[in-house]
């Protein structure tokens, strides 16, 4: 039964390692990878920095945050080939692919793994490994340029210690090579997309397993393997000298206009004026948003109706020519030119108060306040659309969905939020949409602060069932151990009717027998005086032996177990009442330090002990019953001996007595070995751990022993 019991716990235990490592696999980025932007998912992508958001069949970085991030695949990819198209939205930066990404974080270079760009600044391509820190090799010119708004093919080999790279213009055909290689490389990881200072766009990314062949069709092309060097001094960076020398001309993308006519005005004195003057109105500001686009100076923020935002980045500083109208009830700017001046100047956000929210004059400006999350839901148009409110005022909060919905789970009605975007004041919609709304620009402006009370409705509703769960549990516990009491009590009964029968049943049974036999001699006269007294004689011996026995039984049932008494005292005190006159001397001895015994144990080898001595007592004729105790580190040894007759133990094993033995040892996780030769006596020897629990598996040797060790 005991290997039937472990070979199912080994099955068991096999299978649930073979579902574990089937469901890590599964959870894996498998090659071949393709990425399924077409499809609006992105859900195995993680951002680090930027404004990421699937638009059409590419994901966007509309960003000029130096060094965003966007991370995918496996940490044990090793030999990969990477393939993707991309662009440059912006008119200065580069913008290319990470691969062998490892320990990677928020910020710039901040990660350890190899990039592989292009770069406008000065037209190449270029590659350099990262290691929280930037190390470069030469660029590489790119034939025709790095232009913004034009699409690149990039492919990148990474094998071993090498890693190359081919650059193709997707309108010219005309393609770049490059190779690296680095002795102390980075040899697996995972792969990415990455801007530098400049917004991107990437589309059909895909991943396979890298061949020999892969790699040798960039070496063909190359004529020098490049180093990744440390550069001590920006000056060290050809490329820095020929960004700075750029005129304002340089810096436009191909779809915005210049314009250089009046000076600018303010923002403010544009809202304050409205939209009476038919005069064309110039203005300068910094890009807070992109879609709808917003531009804010240092007096307040307009939303611009262009056709030509997918140009620009967040940050970006713009001139705009254009008229002022009245759209939707609202002040906004139609330009005929835009003029790009500048761009990496992310402003802050203004702390605010709902009430001051809610004025005109922080309509359009780049905010920040807290609220609590009354609703949250996922539009139509892919869009997602925030309810909260604080003590004052109730407002919505909009933003597009982005890549996954990790960030919207997080949101949990009753929470406490910081939210940032751009205000928009009016008109009122009413409780459900408010005075004003937050234009948020990726669910990433929505930071939990403070999580919902525990008396909301779905934290109480949580409690409620944590507290029927572990009520249930309680009460399953509770008939658990009243059925084990239960048990307990059933099996003693047993134990004493078996007893009894043995004992005093078949004694007094013996005594009637005799004074039947008497009764009806008297009657006949058939026996003799002396005979009839000796007849009674015997009876009386039956009647003495009988009263002796049952007065044993009674005091053996627990001789006072509460008293503190050691083991061997009560295992005495026990021997003594079964005798009723110390007829059988009892000897005891000891070994070892003694140790505490848990009631449980205690209790159990009393139990053992008594039955063995009233075995002694009833069957041995033995002289003498010793009795020894042995204290080792972990277990404690009971050995109970006698000098009597002995017994064949294999012909008596499944005799009452020695099952209600057996039965205690094994719910106690105790060893019993019972030796004994006919005329040369015999020894019970219980050794058990000094406390112990009744766990599942003693449970199952409980119900299924069938018996112990026997010499």
Not at 421 to 440: D, H, S
Not at 486 to 504: K, V
Not at 566 to 573: G, N, V
Request: charged share 25%; proline share 3%; net charge neutral.
């Amino acid at each position: 039964m005991k290997k039937h019991l472990v070979a199912g716990a080994l099955v068991v235990f096999v299978g649930a390692a073979f579902i574990v490592f089937a469901w890590l696999r599964y959870q894996r980025v498998k090659l071949p990878y393709k990425d399924r932007f077409t499809q609006h998912q992105g859900a195995e992508w993680s951002a680090m920095g930027g404004n990421w958001q699937i638009a059409g069949d590419s994901v966007v970085n509309r960003s000029d945050e130096h060094g965003a991030k966007l991370v995918t695949g496996d940490a044990r990819w090793k030999d990969i080939v990477l393939d993707a198209d991309l662009k440059l939205i912006g008119h200065a930066g580069d913008v290319g692919l990470i691969v062998r990404v490892n320990d990677a974080e928020p910020g710039v270079d901040s990660y350890s793994g190899y990039y592989v760009g292009l770069r406008s600044g000065d037209q190449a391509l270029v590659m350099g490994r990262a290691d929280h820190g930037w190390m470069e090799g030469t660029p590489t010119e790119v034939a025709g340029g790095v232009n913004a708004a034009k699409w690149y093919h990039l492919r990148v080999v990474a094998q071993g210690c090498f890693i190359g790279a081919r650059a193709t213009d997707s309108a010219t055909g005309h393609d770049t090579w490059s190779l690296m290689e680095e002795k102390s490389c980075v040899r697996q990881g995972k792969i990415g997309l990455r801007s530098m200072a400049t917004g991107g766009a990437w589309r059909n990314i895909e991943v396979h397993q890298a061949r020999p062949a892969d790699l040798a069709a960039i070496r063909e092309h190359v004529s020098q393997i490049q180093t990744p060097k440390f550069h001590f001094r920006e000056a060290d960076l050809s490329y820095i000298d020929a960004v700075m020398r750029r005129d304002s001309s340089e810096l436009e993308p191909t779809d915005i206009h210049v314009n250089d006519t009046q000076s600018p005005v303010t923002i403010e004195a544009i809202k304050m004026q409205g939209s009476g003057t038919q005069n064309a109105t110039v203005i300068r500001g910094f890009v807070t948003l992109l879609s709808p686009l917003y531009v804010q100076d240092a007096t307040g923020g307009i939303a611009v109706i262009s056709p030509v935002a997918n140009a620009l980045n967040m940050g970006d500083e713009v001139e705009i020519n254009g008229q002022v109208e009245n759209i939707s009830e609202r002040v906004s700017l139609i330009p005929d030119s835009i003029r790009l001046t500048g761009d990496r100047t992310l402003l802050p956000p203004a702390s605010v108060t709902s009430t001051q929210a809610a004025e005109v004059p922080f309509d359009g400006k780049l905010t920040e306040l807290r609220a609590r999350l009354l609703s949250k839901r996922v539009e139509a148009n892919d869009r997602v659309t925030l309810l909260l409110e604080d003590s004052a005022q109730t407002f919505r909060a909009e933003s597009p969905r982005g890549l996954s919905d990790e960030q919207f789970d997080k949101l949990v009605p009753g929470s406490e939020l910081r939210i940032r975007g751009v205000c928009r004041v009016g008109p009122w919609q009413g409780k459900e949409g408010g005075a004003f709304a937050i234009l948020m620009r990726s669910m990433e402006d929505a930071e939990v602060i403070n999580g919902p009370p525990w008396w909301s409705t779905r934290q109480l509703a949580r409690y409620i069932t944590l507290l029927a769960l572990l009520i249930g549990l309680g009460v399953y516990i509770y008939l658990r151990v009243q059925r084990s009491k239960m048990l307990a009590i059933l099996h003693e009964r047993e134990r004493l009717a078996h007893q009894m029968h043995d004992t005093l049943a078949q004694s007094f049974a013996g005594v009637g027998f005799h004074l039947q036999g008497v009764r009806n001699s008297a009657r006949t006269g058939a026996m003799t005086m002396p005979t009839i007294v000796d007849k009674l004689t015997l009876a009386c011996d039956l009647v003495t032996r009988t009263h002796r026995e049952a007065s044993a039984e009674i005091a053996a049932l627990h001789p006072g177990a509460e008293d503190g008494a050691d083991l061997l005292t009560l295992l005495e005190r026990s021997a003594y009442a079964m005798m009723e006159g110390n007829q059988l001397p009892v000897r005891l001895s000891r070994e070892g330090n003694a140790h505490d015994v848990s009631l449980v144990v205690r209790d159990a080898l009393f139990h053992i002990g008594r039955e063995a001595i009233a075995n002694i007592l009833r069957h041995a004729d033995a002289s003498e019953i010793a009795m020894h105790v042995r204290y080792d580190y972990r277990m404690v040894t009971l050995e109970i001996w006698d000098d009597g007759q002995g017994f064949n133990y294999a012909a008596n094993a499944n005799g009452f007595g020695f099952r209600g033995m057996r039965r205690r040892a094994v719910s106690i996780g105790a060893q019993l070995a019972v030796i004994s030769t006919e005329r040369k006596g015999s020894c019970i020897r219980v050794r058990a751990p000094y406390t112990t629990q009744r766990t599942l598996w003693q449970k199952i040797r409980l119900r299924y022993s069938s018996g112990s060790k026997a010499v």
